[in-house]
């Protein structure tokens, strides 16, 4: 079936303009989670979206970004003003948290193939 | 705060050993997850362990999880070039009211002839 996807694979843009990436989690999957990842280095949580719940955009490196999940499906992750120090990989992922009985059993994320953002 | 570290953050190995590669995580869960990263790829599930004992085998690959000792293992044995990747695990914390989950620093294995 398909996976997560993410568009656009590459995008190269200059410091201060606007960027939006965008993500398609799998399909009937609740959660969504935004995550940045720097040459070399781990991941950096951005953002995640749980069902009709407020997001936990504790994550979020500044108030230049922000994201949305329209219709509890696609999503998009924003960027204004654009920094060199933006420049990373940034991977979205989504999993079906199921909980049985009121507790979690298990919340196993499905990356995509992520965005490359250059900021020049 | 909740860590979670692994180590070693490089290693680097000859075809046909064996290596274990540790995650410490601070947090209280039963739940970890391992996940494989290629150069230039994104991140590809491997072993889901849901609770204290739980062992699982790929291949060369095989997980296991200590939930009392909060400490996952993740071993390698008779290691090939193919296994060259970096290696998250990554903690559920949803003892913590959250649904995230906390990845490690990851380890970048290197297997050479």
């Known amino acids: 079936g398909a996976g997560v996807s993410q568009s656009p694979s590459n995008k190269v843009t200059e410091k201060g303009k606007d960027v939006e990436l965008r993500c398609d989690p799998i399909s009937g999957h609740t959660a969504l989670y935004w995550y940045r990842q720097s040459l070399g280095q781990g991941l950096e949580f951005l953002i995640y979206f749980q069902g009709n719940s407020a997001p936990d955009k504790s994550g979020l490196p500044s108030d230049r970004f922000s994201a949305e999940r329209t219709g509890g499906s696609v999503s998009t992750l924003t960027i204004q003003r654009t920094q060199q120090e933006d420049s990373a990989v940034y991977l979205c992922?989504?999993?079906?948290?199921?909980?049985?009985?009121?507790?979690?059993?298990?919340?196993?994320?499905?990356f995509g193939p992520g965005t490359r953002l250059t900021v020049l | 705060e909740l860590k979670v570290e692994q180590n070693p953050l490089f290693l680097s190995m000859q075809e046909g050993k064996n290596y274990t590669i540790y995650c410490n995580y601070s947090?209280?869960?039963?739940?970890l997850y391992w996940y494989r990263q290629d150069p230039g790829k994104s991140l590809e599930s491997l072993f889901v362990?849901?609770?204290?004992?739980a062992v699982k085998q790929e291949g060369r690959l095989m997980a296991s999880l200590d939930t009392k000792a909060r400490l996952s293992t993740l071993h390698i044995t008779a290691a090939v070039h193919d296994l060259s990747a970096t290696y998250f695990c990554?903690?559920?914390?949803?003892?913590?009211?959250?649904?995230?989950?906390?990845f490690g620093t990851g380890t970048r294995l290197q297997v050479f002839p």
């Open positions: 992922a989504s999993s079906l948290i199921f909980t049985l009985a009121g507790v979690r059993r298990y919340n196993e994320q499905f």
């Open positions: 362990l849901l609770s204290n004992g």
């Open positions: 990554a903690v559920d914390a949803s003892l913590y009211n959250t649904d995230k989950l906390i």
């Open positions: 947090t209280t869960s039963d739940r």
